[in-house]
């Protein structure tokens, strides 16, 4: 168990809907990442939040949008679904930013299939 | 961000020593390689992280050149379980962002 959770686990949902995913990063750490992995794919970057604050954006669509809050648990929004956003959604949390201190934990993952 | 070049995929049996190498040609001065490991379905862990020469622990063994252009990650006999797919990645010693490649996949037989 990293200390990372996502939820939900899995969600099925229509085209055209929107969805929001939940992530709680571990105890003490500031940083959350979001990444995409669609299937037989690479890990996506999508976005990085720090303290609040986006720190920095990687492929990230504009119907995605995301946001740390005060408590550090972060959500990623996806909207306008379509069936290529079918994939596996991690979350990943770290102490800081600045390298070496940085070692990233990855959640479990939230599978998102959209029908 | 340095570009990584791994192989896409290696086979090995168990009790093997599997020795996954990353290139890593543009690395810069303030640049660290990291090693991550992933199972199906589940998210990259975190397995052994080198600056230069050799570092080892529990899991794994990260062997650096003197010009950096490359690392070795080193799995000892290898089991089933090893089964996954290895990433390296080159993070900067300012602010970080993982980046991750197409990685490398070990499939151990028996």
């Known amino acids: 168990d990293s200390g990372v959770t996502q939820t939900p686990k899995h969600l099925i949902t229509a085209t055209g809907q929107r969805v929001t995913l939940r992530c709680s990063p571990r105890?003490?750490?500031?940083?959350v990442y979001w990444y995409q992995q669609s299937l037989d794919q690479g890990l996506q970057f999508l976005i990085q939040?720090?303290?609040?604050?986006?720190?920095a954006k990687g492929n990230i669509l504009e119907r995605f949008s995301a946001q740390q809050f005060p408590d550090l648990h972060s959500e990623l929004n996806l909207s306008s679904l379509e069936l290529g956003d079918s994939a596996l959604y991690f979350c990943?949390?770290?102490?800081?930013?600045?390298?070496?201190?940085?070692?990233?934990?990855f959640g479990q993952g939230t599978r998102l299939t959209v029908v | 961000l340095a570009k990584t070049t791994q192989p896409i995929s290696m086979d090995s049996y168990e009790g093997q020593e599997v020795n996954i190498t990353c290139s890593h040609n543009?690395?810069?001065?303030?640049?660290?390689i990291t090693w991550y490991q992933q199972f199906p379905s589940q998210g990259p862990r975190f397995i052994i992280q080198?600056?230069?020469t050799k570092v080892t622990n529990e899991v794994a063994s990260l062997f650096i050149p003197a010009d950096r252009k490359s690392s070795t990650l080193s799995l000892p006999r290898v089991s089933l379980s090893d089964t996954a797919v290895y990433y390296c990645?080159?993070?900067?010693?300012?602010?970080?962002?993982?980046?991750f490649g197409t990685g490398t996949r070990l499939l151990v037989s028996p």
């Open positions: 543009n690395i810069a001065t303030n640049d660290y």
């Open positions: 080198g600056y230069k």
């Open positions: 105890s003490g750490d500031l940083s």
């Open positions: 939040y720090y303290n609040g604050e986006e720190r």
């Open positions: 990943a949390s770290s102490v800081g930013v600045e390298f070496p201190d940085t070692e990233a934990f």
């Open positions: 990645l080159v993070q900067n010693t300012g602010f970080q962002k993982l980046v």
